[in-house]
């Protein structure tokens, strides 16, 4: 079975600065998708970056970026020049390729980002 | 509508009452998700339809939870004789296609409290 671990409970940084969330997992898969989701308190979800495992290629998105190496199953979330709005729960999440319909997504139990001002 | 609308927001019931909450993803999404959510924790999946047909339900924690989608939009969780254990934010999912990796896009959940 899939597992997704997010070791740091909670973080909190000076608006401006670089963070970095880590997230690592546990599959016997070679084909997956990998994301991170941010939870702000309004509960809504909202995806933040998208990794597939086949892409070596690491992923962006503006201030957004991911290290993933797929060999130790690693897959860290930077945020570059947080900002106030950055502060939320950020999930990281696993989904293998799906067959038979499963389109499961295994979640991590989350880290609580502060940006302070 | 511009993004999945769940309702009730909030849902408070008595211990041994039914519950219904709604989902109403975005127009034209293939695919809809239902996870449960407890406090301080991920999400975890509950069910899965692909149109009106419902793929997976193997994440249904009993048979006193149950969930529709009849005509392949609108969706509805019911959990019956809820319990304590029930007390839960419930997420619902939706995404265009049923392509693996396809972006979920997700409502703002509707918080129910057991007492």
């Known amino acids: 079975a899939q597992t997704v671990t997010q070791s740091q409970p909670e973080m909190s940084v000076q608006e401006a600065e670089t963070v970095t969330l880590s997230c690592t997992y546990d599959?016997?898969?070679?084909?997956?998708?990998l994301f991170w989701y941010k939870q702000p308190p309004s509960r809504q979800m909202i995806l933040v970056i998208r990794?597939?495992?086949?892409k070596q290629q690491n992923a962006t998105e503006n201030r957004f970026s991911v290290n993933f190496q797929k060999a130790a199953k690693s897959f860290s979330l930077k945020i570059s020049d947080s900002q106030l709005g950055d502060t939320a729960m950020y999930f990281c999440?696993?989904?293998?390729?799906?067959?038979?319909?499963?389109?499961?997504?295994?979640w991590g139990a989350g880290t609580k980002l502060i940006i302070k001002p | 509508g511009a993004g999945v609308s769940q309702s009730p927001r909030y849902k408070v019931a008595k211990r041994g009452q039914d519950v219904a909450l709604r989902c109403d993803p975005i127009?034209?999404?293939?695919?809809l998700f239902w996870y449960q959510q407890a406090l301080g924790q991920g999400p975890e999946f509950l069910t899965y339809?692909?149109?009106?047909?419902?793929?997976?339900k193997s994440g249904l924690p009993s048979d006193r939870f149950f969930a529709e989608r009849p005509e392949g939009s609108v969706s509805t969780l019911k959990i019956q004789r809820t319990q304590q254990e029930d007390s839960a934010v419930y997420l619902c999912?939706?995404?265009?296609?049923?392509?693996?990796?396809?972006?979920?896009?997700f409502g703002n959940g509707t918080r129910l409290t057991v007492t």
């Open positions: 999912a939706s995404s265009l296609t049923d392509r693996g990796g396809s972006p979920l896009h």
């Open positions: 127009s034209g999404h293939v695919s």
């Open positions: 339809f692909q149109n009106e047909a419902q793929l997976d």
């Open positions: 599959t016997s898969e070679s084909n997956y998708y």
């Open positions: 990794q597939e495992a086949y």
């Open positions: 999440a696993f989904m293998k390729q799906p067959m038979d319909s499963n389109y499961q997504l295994i």
